[in-house]
């Protein structure tokens, strides 16, 4: 049984290899861009306007009150990114139940890659709304001794994030195959429903975390935008 789609390669050239991970990847990225394409190209202001159209707006007005909620004064600014997150890994999990399809998600690669995009996110953000010198302040509060500790703090939360996604997606296909080699009918069915379900939750926490470690850093509610408030680079 392979765990992580990394073992399946697909095509091998002079050393140059081509893993189901990287072709699934780039299948859930087209299916994305070729989607939203399709569905915003038929925006309708009227009073008729077609079905994508409505589940586009419930996704999108969703994950912008989730946004709004964590405590962002500005949610338009923050939900392309954290939009596109919960979209990417809701897909990529959602899409297990085609056969031959293994989510990306279940390789620790991607993982990690949407969790450095977490780490560059946080900063940029961050900057963004309190200047470069009230970031890099935050990281000398409450005393300059606290320098190191902040920063392992924000590289052990990066590798948290990457090894919880992971983890997730990969112990569902653990246990599909377990299951298909005890009951190899009825079991396997229940869990693809259930890996249906906790594939989207954790496409929610992933993007809530994300959007909890930039809104921790950029302190954009209540006023507390002043440079002198320092953020939370832990996120603690």
């Excluded at 996704?59 to 909620?69: H, L, N, P």
């Excluded at 999990?93 to 946080?122: D, E, M, R």
């Amino acid at each position: 049984m392979e765990i992580s789609p990394d073992s399946w390669i697909l095509y091998d050239w002079r050393g140059w290899r081509l893993n189901a991970t990287i072709v699934f990847t780039w299948l859930v990225m087209a299916l994305l861009v070729l989607g939203s394409w399709a569905i915003t190209a038929r925006l309708s202001e009227g009073e008729t306007v077609s079905r994508w159209q409505v589940m586009l707006e419930v996704v999108v007005s969703g994950i912008r009150d989730q946004i709004a909620e964590i405590g962002a004064d500005k949610p338009g600014r923050y939900l392309p990114f954290i939009g596109t997150l919960f979209l990417f890994i809701a897909t990529s999990n959602v899409l297990s139940v085609v056969p031959g399809y293994q989510a990306p998600t279940g390789s620790l690669s991607t993982t990690a890659a949407l969790a450095i995009c977490v780490l560059i996110a946080v900063p940029l953000f961050s900057i963004g709304e309190r200047g470069l010198g009230g970031y890099l302040r935050a990281y000398l509060r409450p005393t300059p001794l606290m320098l190191p500790f902040n920063i392992v703090g924000e590289i052990s939360r990066t590798i948290a994030l990457a090894v919880r996604l992971y983890g997730n997606v990969m112990s569902g296909t653990v246990i599909v195959g377990i299951l298909i080699s005890v009951a190899p009918f009825f079991f396997p069915m229940v869990m693809q429903l259930l890996g249906l379900l906790t594939g989207l939750i954790q496409a929610y926490i992933f993007a809530i975390l994300a959007m909890v470690y930039i809104g921790s850093a950029s302190r954009t509610r209540h006023g507390s935008d002043n440079p002198d408030a320092p953020p939370n680079p832990t996120g603690d």
